[in-house]
C-alpha cells in the first residue's frame, strides 16, 4: 500500500480555517485519498474522499494536488470539537491502512 | 438510525483465557472490518469481510485469532490463549460495499489482558 506523510501535530485558533496537509508522492492511478478522524475516546469518523477533483462536503472541504502527489484537508472554520487525529489514507482496496496521523490542537 | 454496535465496551480477562469480542454492523452494510488499536498508537487493520466472498485475513497478527460472520450480520472476534500483548482497543466498522464507501466506526472494545 503506499505510503503518506503528515506532520505529527498542528495548532489552530479556534473559528479560523485549518489546512491539514498530506503527501503521497507514490500513490497508484487507482488510489482514492481517504481522511478519516478520531474523537478521544472513539472510534474514527469518516470526513471525505476524492479521486482526482477537489471534494466538497458538510464537513471539510479536500484539495487535491494535479499531480496527486500531495493533498490538503480543509476545515474552513475549527471549533473546539473538531480537536482530533486527522488521518489520510490511500485506498484501491477494502480495508484502510492507517498511518500516525495529525493531532490538531484548536485554541480557544 | 443506530450505528455499529460492539459488545462489551470493556473487557478484564486474565492471561491465557480465550475471549470474544462482538461486532453489529448497520443493517444493509455488506462489508465489515475488524481493526485493532494499541495504546498511543494508530490503527491496525485485522480482517474483513464483504458479502459471501472469501475474507481477507492477511492482518491477523497470529493464529490464536479468527473470526467469524453469519451472512451479512453480526461478527465475531476470538482471541484464543490471550497474552498481554493482545491489550488494545478492538474496533469494527461497517460499510455498504468494500470499495470507496465510508466506513462507520463502533466505539470499540477494551480488552485489558492481566
Known amino acids: 500500500d503506499a505510503k503518506t506523510t503528515q506532520p505529527n501535530s498542528m495548532e489552530s485558533n479556534e473559528e479560523e480555517p485549518v489546512h491539514l496537509p498530506c503527501n503521497h508522492s507514490?500513490?497508484?492511478?487507482?488510489?482514492?485519498i481517504h481522511w478519516y478522524r478520531q474523537l478521544p475516546s472513539q472510534g474514527p469518523e469518516y470526513v471525505i474522499h476524492?479521486?482526482?477533483s477537489n471534494v466538497n462536503n458538510r464537513m471539510a472541504s479536500l484539495a487535491i494536488a494535479e499531480d496527486r502527489k500531495s493533498s490538503t484537508l480543509i476545515l474552513h472554520r475549527a471549533t473546539l470539537r473538531d480537536a482530533a487525529v486527522y488521518y489520510c489514507?490511500?485506498?484501491?482496496?477494502?480495508?484502510?491502512?492507517f498511518g500516525q496521523g495529525t493531532t490538531l490542537q484548536v485554541k480557544p | 438510525g443506530a450505528g455499529v454496535s460492539q459488545s462489551p465496551s470493556n473487557k478484564v480477562t486474565e492471561k491465557g483465557k480465550d475471549v470474544e469480542l462482538r461486532c453489529d454492523p448497520i443493517?444493509?452494510?455488506?462489508?465489515l472490518y475488524w481493526y485493532r488499536q494499541r495504546l498511543g498508537q494508530g490503527l491496525e487493520f485485522l480482517i474483513y469481510f464483504q458479502g459471501n466472498s472469501a475474507p481477507d485475513k492477511s492482518g491477523l497478527p497470529s493464529d490464536r485469532f479468527s473470526a467469524e460472520r453469519t451472512g451479512e450480520s453480526v461478527s465475531t472476534l476470538t482471541i484464543q490463549r490471550t497474552q498481554q500483548e493482545d491489550s488494545a482497543v478492538y474496533l469494527c466498522?461497517?460499510?455498504?460495499?468494500?470499495?470507496?464507501?465510508?466506513?462507520?466506526f463502533g466505539d470499540g472494545t477494551r480488552l485489558s489482558i492481566l
Open positions: 507514490t500513490i497508484s492511478g487507482t488510489d482514492y
Open positions: 443493517s444493509g452494510h455488506t462489508a
Open positions: 476524492g479521486l482526482t
Open positions: 466498522a461497517s460499510s455498504l460495499s468494500s470499495g470507496n464507501q465510508p466506513q462507520h
Open positions: 489514507i490511500l485506498r484501491n482496496t477494502g480495508k484502510l491502512i
